[in-house]
């Protein structure tokens, strides 16, 4: 049975929207496929790893036979899309549990899976609270902080990002425990507030998938799911069961040394400095004096690297260490010319935050070296 006629691309880019969640291997094998479901011209793509579903479609003009749904391996058929020449004209066809692409003179038949065992999320009901904002805002947004988020924590609450809608604002937090990234966002409407843990893995999704456009994302507040829909585009996730760590107690107030400074400068600085840092502690030292900044790092070869940076200072000295990967990681995810590092002494946190925009804060624990 004939399912789609439709040149390369208007099959590969729905798809590449969808695979992005689809792992190779799985205990259940259906998770490695994606569901091709069709409805007159409308073709809907979904993948779902049982935690995330994506769900994306295209128009195809030609006649169908009927309307149908199919599984198949997603990132098989992804590498024969994307390996066949552009522009060139797919055909997919089914038969006894096989699902043949032909283009021109090739032939590629993939075994398929029966639709009504793909695990579809059940369709949600009202939302509890809904926003919407321009997506280039939101991929902004969550840039901001979600490098701040634990990887493979065993507070698996702190593997994802805390999303909080809160009168007219929009914030996300992310913490490890060892630094903690916080962002907001002005909305034009109030909102009662709503606040949900995104896993990870959404996370991620999220960042890819927006678009550097003013065109809008609506995001939604369910029972227990979050749903995002923007660019023909609808993601549904499961949110993360945990309560997040009071960001508002982590972030310092009050600090008497502090300085501003040129942000891509900082960064050159530490990144010549980071080369011969211990590659296992990652530590730096940093020494403030009066209109100087002294960056040292040494490693277990007993190799060391010194840096001094001009600024104006004019208060208590201070000898301070952190681990260089998380200051490089909020330096190279912040886009402000200048920055402010604000500190108290050298067994409390740093503040690094951006002049005159009370929007971003990053907070990071010291450490012994």
């Known amino acids: 049975m004939k399912l789609i006629e439709a040149d390369r691309d208007t099959l590969l880019k729905p798809l590449q929207t969808v695979t992005g969640i689809v792992e190779r291997r799985h205990t259940l094998p259906i998770l490695s496929n994606v569901l091709i479901e069709r409805k007159q011209e409308n073709i809907s793509f979904i993948a779902t790893d049982l935690e995330i579903q994506i769900t994306t479609s295209t128009t195809d003009d030609g006649k169908a036979d009927e309307e149908y749904s199919v599984t198949v391996a997603a990132k098989k058929l992804q590498d024969i899309l994307r390996a066949l020449p552009e522009k060139v004209q797919?055909?997919?066809?089914?038969?006894?549990?096989?699902?043949?692409?032909?283009?021109?003179?090739?032939?590629?038949?993939?075994?398929?899976?029966?639709?009504?065992?793909?695990?579809?999320?059940?369709?949600?009901?009202?939302?509890?609270?809904?926003?919407?904002?321009?997506?280039?805002?939101?991929?902004?947004?969550l840039s901001m902080v979600q490098y701040a988020m634990a990887h493979q924590?065993?507070?698996?609450?702190?593997?994802?990002?805390?999303?909080?809608?809160?009168?007219?604002?929009?914030?996300?937090?992310?913490?490890?425990?060892?630094?903690?990234?916080?962002?907001?966002?002005?909305?034009?409407?109030?909102?009662?507030?709503?606040?949900?843990?995104?896993?990870?893995?959404?996370?991620?999704?999220?960042?890819?998938?927006?678009n550097e456009t003013e065109e809008p994302v609506t995001i939604e507040v369910l029972q227990n799911q979050v749903r995002f829909t923007f660019s023909n585009v609808v993601l549904v996730s499961k949110v993360v069961d945990g309560k997040f760590p009071d960001y508002n107690r982590v972030i310092p107030a009050g600090y008497q040394k502090q300085f501003d400074i040129n942000r891509l400068l900082l960064l050159q600085t530490l990144q010549r400095a980071a080369i011969l840092s211990n590659e296992k502690f990652r530590g730096v030292r940093l020494i403030l004096t009066t209109d100087n900044l002294r960056i040292v790092c040494n490693n277990s070869e007993q190799e060391e690297a010194q840096e001094e940076l001009e600024l104006q200072y004019d208060g208590e000295g201070l000898d301070i260490g952190f681990n260089i990967t998380y200051l490089l990681d909020v330096l190279n995810?912040?886009?402000?010319e200048t920055v402010t590092c604000a500190f108290g002494d050298a067994n409390s946190s740093a503040l690094i935050t951006i002049p005159g925009n009370d929007s971003f804060k990053y907070v990071v624990m010291p450490m012994r070296i």
Do not use: C, W
């Open 90 to 141: 797919v055909t997919l066809e089914t038969s006894d549990s096989r699902l043949q692409a032909k283009a021109g003179k090739s032939r590629f038949n993939l075994q398929t899976l029966p639709a009504e065992d793909f695990p579809k999320f059940p369709e949600s009901n009202e939302p509890q609270g809904t926003v919407k904002v321009q997506q280039k805002e939101l991929k902004h947004l």
């Open 153 to 210: 924590d065993i507070r698996y609450y702190l593997n994802g990002l805390l999303l909080l809608l809160e009168n007219n604002q929009l914030k996300v937090v992310a913490t490890d425990g060892h630094r903690l990234a916080f962002a907001l966002m002005m909305l034009e409407t109030p909102l009662e507030k709503k606040e949900v843990i995104l896993p990870r893995k959404v996370v991620l999704e999220l960042s890819r998938l927006l």
């Open 333 to 336: 995810n912040t886009a402000s």
